[in-house]
């Protein structure tokens, strides 16, 4: 999608981030990632506004981020506790940051919003470089679904209430498995569209690029709540380690 770079994600969803990005898994996830972690260095990849970071801090984690977008970060400054999280301004592709770490993670499909192969085998591999041996790298993703397509198009209503409707139409590209995203927010002020990106990678082909990196799958759920990943899954939570050499 042309004009569209790491930061455009925070450019154009930072104001309503929190009000509209609610997955209804935070409790869950910030639990079963407050127990991976242990006690050790932890990075959030792509921290946004700290939905995540932010309990864990109040765990006493000694948790950092990487994130690109400015607005994101100036919304979790805003937030108590928000000021003492360490983060780098950069792109997650290259896991700028210094030093070692004990666990990594990467919530919310946001490996998907690298948007070529290349660049997320580049995170693969960069957090392989910053993880200690014995490190554990996690990944949140939704398992694609293409059925959902018609001549590789979709369009379906994903939030309606009494003042507003809000319209998800994508085009999906088979061969880049890139999916252009277009949010239609109708309210009584008007329209508002946002642009979203995305490159999936089916569940078989993020182990590849983790193996690549040397990593090995340690466990793959189905969910925060450690279901099992089947069939039916719609989304997995994969743990990837580290070998200690
Ligand atoms: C869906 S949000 C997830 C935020 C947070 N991890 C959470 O779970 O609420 C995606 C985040 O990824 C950030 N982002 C997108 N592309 C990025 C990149 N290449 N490098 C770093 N951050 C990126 C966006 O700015 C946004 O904060």
């Not at 805003?78 to 000021?83: I, V, Y």
């Not at 990467?106 to 580049?122: E, G, H, I, K, P």
């Not at 109708?186 to 508002?192: F, I, K, L, Q």
Request: aromatic share 8%; proline share 7%.
């Amino acid at each position: 999608m042309k004009d569209y770079g790491p930061g455009t994600f925070g450019e154009l969803n930072a104001d309503d981030y929190d009000a509209l990005h609610d997955p209804g898994t935070t409790e869950a996830a910030v639990a079963l990632l407050a127990e991976l972690a242990g006690g050790g260095r932890v990075l959030e990849l792509a921290i946004g506004t700290g939905r995540v970071a932010l309990p864990l801090a109040e765990r006493g984690l000694a948790i950092e981020g990487v994130e690109a977008s400015p607005e994101m970060v100036a919304k979790l400054r805003a937030k108590p506790g928000g000021e003492s999280i360490p983060v780098v301004i950069g792109d997650m592709a290259d896991v700028p940051v210094e030093g070692s770490f004990d666990f990594v993670f990467l919530t919310f499909n946001t490996l998907f919003n690298l948007t070529s192969q290349d660049a997320q085998l580049r995170c693969f591999a960069n957090v392989a470089k910053h993880l200690k041996p014995g490190g554990a790298f996690l990944v949140e993703a939704f398992v694609p679904d293409v059925a959902q397509f018609r001549d590789h198009r979709s369009l379906k209503p994903v939030h309606l209430d009494f003042g507003s409707l809000t319209l998800e139409a994508a085009i999906h590209d088979p061969v880049t498995q890139v999916i252009e995203y277009q949010y239609i927010r109708m309210t009584p002020d008007g329209t508002r569209l946002t642009p979203l990106p995305m490159r999936y990678a089916w569940p078989a082909e993020i182990d590849l690029m983790a193996k690549l990196a040397g990593l090995e799958r340690e466990n793959r759920w189905g969910g925060w709540d450690r279901s099992a990943f089947t069939a039916k899954s719609e989304m997995h939570v994969s743990v990837y380690r580290k070998p200690r050499g």
